[in-house]
Antibody, heavy 117, light 106 residues
Framework: QVQLKESGPVLVQASETLSLTCTVSGFSLTNYGVIWVRQPPGKGLEWMGIIWRNGNTDYNSALKSRLSINRDTSKSQVFLKMNSLQTDDTAIYYC???????????WGQGASVTVSS | DIQMTQSPSVLSASVGDRVTLNCKASQNINKYLNWYQQKLGEAPKLLIYNTNNLQTGIPSRFSGSGSGTDYTLTISSLQPEDVATYFCFQHNSWPTFGSGTKLEIK
């Protein structure tokens, strides 16, 4: 069964760095990529970036200067780090699986992050 | 970036109705269009991928169609459990989402 689960702090101070972990099961990170998507309260979805199955990464140009995505394949974990947080980074952060046929199929439950000023 | 425009933003329909949701891309996306359903408080769920392919486990009352810049999601007979917000998503080029259609029951 394919599963993804996000974990990390619920509250982060403005100007600090957000660190989130996506732990996956039911598939290998060497066969599938992982995508991060976020959703501010009451708003739509924003595609943040991807770490492909080969370990390469691509980032949303609007976030590229602040965002990095890495992984530990032995632990089946993907890591998101985003620095210089502002209050408008408050959102639910989702990790999703990149699949060859559907591009983005399974989703984690989401991690709610509040940036406090 | 490709802009995705969904219409209507809110749709109210009765149980059993045939419902159509629309998604228009700012340029040709070559049928690389997915539909996701998000119920209140839940993560989005993939319904349809690449315009008209039903994801495993999704009821057959959901279907998708379209080409070029114009795409639709159809629910053939609306059920109470279909109350949700529906997002379209293109992955022809840098991925982008539509702003969503909120589907309500009359």
């Amino acid at each position: 069964q394919v599963q993804l689960k996000e974990s990390g702090p619920v509250l982060v101070q403005a100007s600090e760095t957000l660190s989130l972990t996506c732990t996956v099961s039911g598939f290998s990170l060497t066969n599938y990529g992982v995508i991060w998507v976020r959703q501010p309260p009451g708003k739509g979805l924003e595609w943040m970036g991807i770490i492909w199955r080969n370990g390469n990464t691509d980032y949303n140009s609007a976030l590229k200067s602040r965002l990095s995505i890495n992984r530990d394949t032995s632990k089946s974990q993907v890591f998101l780090k985003m620095n210089s947080l502002q209050t408008d980074d408050t959102a639910i952060y989702y990790c999703t699986r990149e699949s060859p046929h559907a591009f983005m199929d399974a989703w984690g439950q989401g991690a709610s992050v509040t940036v406090s000023s | 970036d490709i802009q995705m425009t969904q219409s209507p933003s809110v749709l109210s329909a009765s149980v059993g109705d045939r419902v159509t949701l629309n998604c228009k891309a700012s340029q040709n996306i070559n049928k690389y269009l997915n539909w996701y359903q998000q119920k209140l408080g839940e993560a989005p769920k993939l319904l349809i991928y690449n315009t008209n392919n039903l994801q495993t486990g999704i009821p057959s009352r959901f279907s998708g169609s379209g080409s070029g810049t114009d795409y639709t999601l159809t629910i053939s007979s609306l059920q109470p459990e279909d109350v949700a917000t529906y997002f379209c998503f293109q992955h022809n080029s840098w991925p982008t989402f539509g702003s969503g259609t909120k589907l309500e029951i009359k």
